[in-house]
């Protein structure tokens, strides 16, 4: 049947099974939304305050799900708002697609209102970009798209399609969305043995397990691993759930906001398992002085990022959950390292993470919040100081549980990634734990979560000062305060109230527990503004660029 550009955009979103989209409208993209209102009742739209709310609130989705999150932009303006929420995705491996519109063919080049190359801006920072000149190539763009974006190391992908091409017609045939395999032909079943058998040959084993555990949905096979080489487990920032937070063979977060008992377990272990990592600046430290004791094995779907930071002694390449399975049957029987797990124990009780009871502070809003969710909520996370500690005092138990930008650490990303995910799953309660400074970024899109009844939690751990910026100046810059104070007249709870939402201010551990009590119970779009010392950091920490076993507390630091 014969169907406009616009139809066919909308008629592959239903091919791909798409029910949200997350968007802004403007006049390029005219013609697909005009479409869209006539599909509302298959697919819902969320109207944001901003596009950059609509590439996080995507990628939030996608982060919950394991699905593709999509988002729609105009041209111009509109389509390199999105520009850091794509960056964002890039970085963490979400999957995403974001489809833009762009001015006629005809007006291409010639410098036309609101006319950007959109889809070159973006090649850095996709697996993949389109512009799709013709209507003819538009369903099949939308099919690849959506494939590559799943496929092997999950990402965004952006389409532009210009005006002319939403309106003009060809014929179109629904088709099956393809299926996405796990990577599985990269697998070297010689290199698994060579695995299995330093880990026979370990005393010390230590696991390390990053986002690509969650991506392949891994963590039973993880857990087994564990279980059967009687290994400790850390993570990172991207890992977190990806195994139980709650076991007694977990030990946190590993680098420079990581536990003690992680960054001295890794540093004093004989052989490292990294599963899905990355192996960022900020878990290693100092590259040369990393695990410098142990044979490191690096088990990643993608083989660029073998040795590209830290040298490696085994490598396997493929998805995570195929390799463990291979794994763990070749380890055969299960391992008992006693000794070394009491060791761990032992550092457990020896560095447990604290922080100050006697007034309202960043572990304690945590430690609460935790409580009172009993571990079940979703928490998302601008970037700072309430990041680690979100990372740091809830203990995840499952996976896409913690959804918080990782490698780009984007200010003003939580908030409409808790759109997002509380979009794709209403009865969980979801949490965004800001800082005041990530807060001020993107703070619109409350009213986006007012206009769409989106009862998220908006938890502002106020210190009015950039908290992690400030940090830094404090132990490195000789206390240089320079613009990091944020010390003005802004009521956040009034504000909060003038876009809709309920809210409260916090002071006191006690004002919090009942604030909170209140936002669980009133089922509304709700910010608490809670408010801390600005002197308060964050420790554990290791200094940039230094050895993680060098790690320290602020008792240490003084």
Known sequence: M?????????????????????????????????????????????????????????????RVTGRVGVCFATSGPG??????????????????????????????????????AISEVVKPITKRSYIVMDVK????????????AKSGRKGPVLIDIPKDVTANRTEYEAVKPAEVRPVTDTIDDAAIERVAKLIAASKKPYIFAGGGVIAAD??????????????????SLMGKGAFDGTDERYTGMLGMHGTKTSNFGVSACDLLLAVGVRFSDR??????????????VHIDIDEKEIGK???????????????????????????????????????????????????????????????????????????????????????YKNPRTYISSGGLGTMGYGLGAAIGAKTACPDKVVVNIAGDGGFRMN???????????????????????????????????????SHTVLDDATDYEKLAKAMGCDAYTASTPEEFKAAFG??????????????????????????PGDSIANAFDGEERK
Not at 12 to 34: H, R, S, W
Request: hydrophobic share 40%.
């Open 518 to 543: 209140a936002a669980l119970a009133g089922g509304r779009p709700t910010l608490i503004d809670a408010r801390i010392d600005k002197d308060e950091n964050v420790y554990p920490m290791v200094a």
């Open 79 to 116: 389509s390199t708002n999105l520009v850091t929420g794509i960056a964002t995705a890039n970085i963490d491996s979400v999957p995403m697609v974001a489809i833009t519109c762009n001015v006629g063919t005809g007006l291409l080049g010639k410098d036309s209102f609101q006319e950007v």
């Open 218 to 235: 891994a963590s039973p096979e993880l857990r087994e691993l564990a279980q059967k080489i009687d290994a400790p487990v850390c993570d």
């Open 443 to 481: 703070m619109n899109e409350l009213m986006t979560a007012v206009r769409h009844n989106i009862p998220v939690i908006e938890v502002i751990v106020d210190n009015r000062v950039l908290g992690m910026v400030r940090q830094w100046q404090t132990l490195f810059y000789e206390g240089r305060y």
């Open 309 to 395: 930071n830290v040298a490696v002694d085994e490598h396997i390449i493929g998805d995570a959950k195929e390799v463990l399975k291979r794994l763990n049957a070749a380890v055969g029987e299960s391992l008992d390292h006693s000794q070394w797990m009491a060791q761990i124990r032992g550092n457990k009780e020896r560095f447990p993470l604290r922080y100050r009871t006697d007034v309202l502070s960043g572990g304690g809003i945590i430690t609460e919040v935790y409580r009172q969710t009993k571990g079940d909520a979703i928490i998302t996370t601008e970037v700072g100081q309430h990041q680690m500690w979100a990372a740091q005092f809830y203990r």
């Open 2 to 62: 014969q169907l406009t550009g616009a139809q066919i955009v909308i008629e592959c979103m239903k091919e791909q099974g798409v029910d949200t989209i997350f968007g802004y409208p403007g006049g390029a993209i005219l013609n697909v939304y005009d479409e869209l209102y006539k599909h509302s009742d298959e697919i819902r739209h969320i109207l944001v305050s901003h596009e950059q709310g609509a590439a996080h609130a995507a990628d939030g989705y996608a």
């Open 137 to 148: 190539d538009l369903a099949p763009t939308i099919r690849e798209a959506f494939t590559v």
């Open 283 to 296: 878990v290693y430290g100092n590259a040369k002085a990393f695990a410098k004791d142990a044979k490191i």
